[in-house]
Nanobody
Framework: QLQASGGGLVQAGGSLRLSCAASGRTFVTYAMGWFRQAPGKEREFVAAVSYGSTYYYAGSVKGRFTISRDNAKNTVYLQMNSLKPEDTAVYYC?????????????WGQGTQFTVSS
């Protein structure tokens, strides 16, 4: 299972870090990703880190967000800086063998955060 946390309310320009802890199984050999879904919009890819530590980012967050993983803790993080109101969404962590998978195999429950202007 994947458990995301760290959501809340933050002002525009601020920073926030999301965490996603895995339990029940190890995801060390999996790619880990973050996705988000804003109200009325489809879920979209945000960032991913492969098993081999290759990083992928959506254009809208590149340079502002950083994904990282701590395999010893079976945890993946998303550091978000220079936040914008359009970053407001429910954020989901996910795991899959393939970082480019259209639909990851394992999903967390999502954590909401809001960026106020």
């Amino acid at each position: 299972q994947l458990q995301a946390s760290g959501g809340g309310l933050v002002q525009a320009g601020g920073s926030l870090r999301l965490s996603c802890a895995a339990s029940g199984r190890t995801f060390v050999t999996y790619a880990m990703g973050w996705f988000r879904q804003a109200p009325g919009k489809e879920r979209e890819f945000v960032a991913a880190v492969s098993y081999g530590s290759t990083y992928y980012y959506a254009g809208s967050v590149k340079g502002r967000f950083t994904i990282s993983r701590d395999n010893a803790k079976n945890t993946v993080y998303l550091q978000m800086n220079s936040l914008k109101p359009e970053d407001t969404a429910v954020y989901y962590c996910a795991a899959d063998r393939n970082p480019h998978a259209r639909s990851y195999a394992y999903w967390g429950q999502g954590t909401q955060f809001t960026v106020s202007s």
